[in-house]
């Protein structure tokens, strides 16, 4: 094993820490890919060898720093690649590594009886797919024949997905920085399965993004909705605005557009987080003209809205949907 997948247990709104947190990470191993908001990927070869331990040692080394150094514990996953150890990471609890085994056929009896949901990048439009036709785990998928795979999902995602089922793990640690960005979550008290609730949790994030960047003078280039579910898997999407914005409106439709693109009729629910990324100052940004009248007049009630925020809260003004 010698990739680790790290979730530091951050404060919501806290991803200002993730940074100083590479940097620990980076004691250990220059190759660590960040993973906004609150995790990591790390590959330990070098530092297996460095040190004298193994990854599952070095995890529990990282761990205690991090309570150390800055109060925050953390679950990690280990495996010998990255997809591999965020499979891991799913099944580990805070202030505990789960590992996969190195040997292809443990590799294969750990991903056996796993929901296809538990591969990164299966969407819950995807795993419902599989699902209908009785491919509701890895190790159903695994042993399905490649033609059926592709007939249900494409060629390429089709022969993708079968390898990944059978612990094919062809990915790398790409090292990177930390974009600078905002971010923000609506947890649900219990898992949700109404969209009119998903779309409301949405509107509140969008609403709350728009009026940040606007307090710091920033607009963003891109967007990515987080969909988190019961079986504490997620699902990412990433959308390039056609203009860089602060305006909430634009956020809310470009969140609502990736939501039904995610397909989540039926998804149980936990959590739905929205990341502004991309950010520039507002004054350095170009807008194309629209001559619409009603488009003029919500920017201006935009800004009284945000003058009275600013003056008697956050909650002083918000849409109507949000104040029911």
């Known amino acids: 094993m010698t990739i680790l997948c790290v979730r530091f247990q951050l404060p919501p709104m806290y991803e200002a820490a993730l940074p100083?947190?590479?940097?620990?990470?980076?004691?250990f191993t220059p190759v660590v890919e960040a993973l906004p908001p609150d995790g990591a990927l790390a590959d330990l070869r070098g530092a297996e060898r460095y040190f004298g331990r193994d990854?599952?040692?070095?995890?529990?080394?990282?761990?205690?720093?991090?309570?150390?150094?800055?109060?925050?514990?953390?679950?990690?996953?280990?495996?010998?690649?990255?997809?591999?150890?965020?499979?891991?990471?799913?099944?580990?609890?805070?202030?505990?590594?789960?590992?996969?085994?190195e040997e292809p056929d443990a590799v294969?009896?750990?991903?056996?009886?796993?929901?296809?949901?538990?591969?990164?990048?299966?969407?819950?439009?995807?795993?419902?797919?599989?699902?209908?036709?009785g491919l509701d785990t890895l190790g159903l998928v695994a042993a399905a024949p490649l033609s059926t795979l592709q007939r249900l999902i494409g060629a390429k995602a089709g022969r993708e997905l079968r390898e990944k089922a059978s612990g094919v793990d062809r990915g790398r640690v790409v090292p990177n920085g930390?974009?600078?960005?905002?971010?923000?979550?609506?947890?649900?008290?219990?898992?949700?399965?109404?969209?009119?609730?998903?779309?409301?949790?949405?509107?509140?994030?969008?609403?709350?993004?728009?009026?940040?960047?606007?307090?710091?003078?920033?607009?963003?280039?891109?967007?990515?909705?987080?969909?988190?579910?019961?079986?504490?898997?997620?699902?990412?999407?990433?959308?390039?605005?056609?203009e860089p914005t602060a305006h909430s409106a634009a956020l809310t439709g470009a969140a609502y557009g990736m939501y039904e693109a995610l397909g989540l009729q039926r998804a149980r629910v936990r959590a739905l987080a929205l990341r502004?990324?991309?950010?520039?100052?507002?004054?350095?940004?170009?807008?194309?003209?629209?001559?619409?009248?009603?488009?003029?007049?919500?920017?201006?009630?935009?800004?009284?809205?945000?003058?009275?925020?600013?003056?008697?809260?956050p909650r002083a003004v918000m849409p109507g949907s949000l104040a029911a």
């Not at 009119?196 to 003078?217: F, I, K, M, T, Y």
């Open 20 to 27: 100083g947190l590479l940097g620990l990470l980076e004691d």
């Open 55 to 101: 990854a599952v040692e070095l995890a529990s080394v990282i761990r205690v720093r991090a309570l150390a150094h800055h109060g925050v514990d953390c679950a990690i996953g280990a495996g010998p690649g990255p997809m591999l150890a965020r499979v891991a990471l799913r099944d580990a609890r805070p202030g505990a590594t789960c590992a996969v085994p």
């Open 108 to 133: 294969a009896d750990f991903l056996a009886d796993k929901p296809v949901a538990a591969l990164p990048g299966i969407g819950a439009a995807t795993a419902r797919t599989l699902c209908e036709y």
């Open 178 to 242: 930390v974009s600078r960005s905002l971010a923000t979550e609506r947890p649900f008290t219990r898992d949700e399965l109404d969209p009119d609730r998903h779309r409301r949790a949405l509107l509140s994030a969008a609403e709350e993004l728009g009026a940040r960047l606007r307090a710091l003078d920033k607009v963003c280039r891109t967007l990515t909705l987080t969909a988190r579910y019961a079986d504490r898997s997620s699902t990412t999407r990433t959308r390039t605005l056609k």
């Open 276 to 313: 502004a990324e991309g950010l520039d100052p507002a004054e350095q940004a170009s807008y194309q003209l629209t001559f619409d009248p009603l488009d003029e007049k919500a920017r201006r009630i935009e800004e009284v809205a945000d003058r009275a925020r600013a003056k008697f809260g």
